[in-house]
């Protein structure tokens, strides 16, 4: 069955530090790739998407993730994080023969002054 | 574009009564939308798939008796929590893909608060 893993239940990380967001998934195929943010009683709104071609995928907000097919991986970077930038962070994977999400159990994080 | 907006943004109800929650799309047609559920501190859940005219398909363990779907026109899907008891307090997020689009990508409303009392 297809799933998703985020290792990283909570990070913490001091505004202006780098931000790495792991997520790893199990699928046959080449999956389509998301990452999501959420803030507090907020729905999701889309950072940024891969469905094909260049790995390096630039989001909104100053995100970018690298899809790894030898890893399977898919991880969220941000160079220098902004306070703004506390909340949940999901990573999906939409199967390339269905258009369901599935969702890894997410990334809480927290940013200290 | 590409808004999704649900009502109402919370609710509490009182045990063994019905709710309704609206999903619509504003500023495109969406001829499949999702219902996820969401429980504290935790991901999302996908309860069901809302097709426009024809029945929703539910995932394993999902009680469609009780969570009745209805996705009557392109751009509105109502999720009803009947019976309600205080279990099904959640926060509840529908998404919606655009008809007019091949991407699999999924654009999220703002999600609903239900407490059931």
């Known amino acids: 069955a297809q799933s998703v893993t985020q290792p990283d239940i909570h990070i913490t990380v001091s505004e202006g530090a780098s931000l790495e967001l792991r997520c790893n998934y199990s699928?046959?195929?080449?999956?389509?790739l998301f990452w999501y943010v959420q803030s507090p009683g907020q729905g999701l709104q889309l950072l940024l998407k891969y469905f094909s071609g260049d790995t390096l995928v630039q989001g909104i907000k100053g995100f970018e993730a690298e899809f790894k097919r030898s890893q399977s991986s898919f991880n969220l970077r941000k160079p220098s994080v902004h306070w703004s930038d506390a909340a949940e962070y999901f990573c999906?994977?939409?199967?390339?023969?269905?258009?369901?999400?599935?969702f890894g159990a997410g990334t809480t994080v927290t940013v200290r002054a | 574009g590409a808004v999704v907006s649900q009502h109402p943004s919370r609710v509490i109800c009182k045990s063994g009564t019905s709710v309704k929650i609206e999903c619509r799309s504003l500023d495109f047609q969406a001829t499949t939308m999702f219902w996820y559920r969401q429980f504290p501190k935790q991901s999302l859940m996908l309860m069901a798939t809302?097709?426009?005219?024809?029945?929703?398909?539910?995932e394993q363990g999902v009680e469609k008796d009780k969570f009745l779907i209805n996705h009557a026109s392109l751009t509105l899907s109502t999720l009803t929590v009947t019976s309600a008891h205080p279990e099904d307090s959640s926060f509840y997020i529908c998404?919606?893909?655009?008809?007019?689009?091949?991407?699999?990508?999924?654009?999220f409303g703002p999600g609903t608060r239900l407490t059931v009392t």
């Open positions: 998404s919606a893909r655009d008809h007019g689009q091949t991407s699999y990508e999924q654009y």
């Open positions: 699928y046959g195929a080449t999956p389509y």
């Open positions: 809302s097709n426009e005219g024809s029945k929703a398909t539910y």
């Open positions: 999906a994977v939409a199967p390339s023969n269905d258009y369901k999400l599935i």
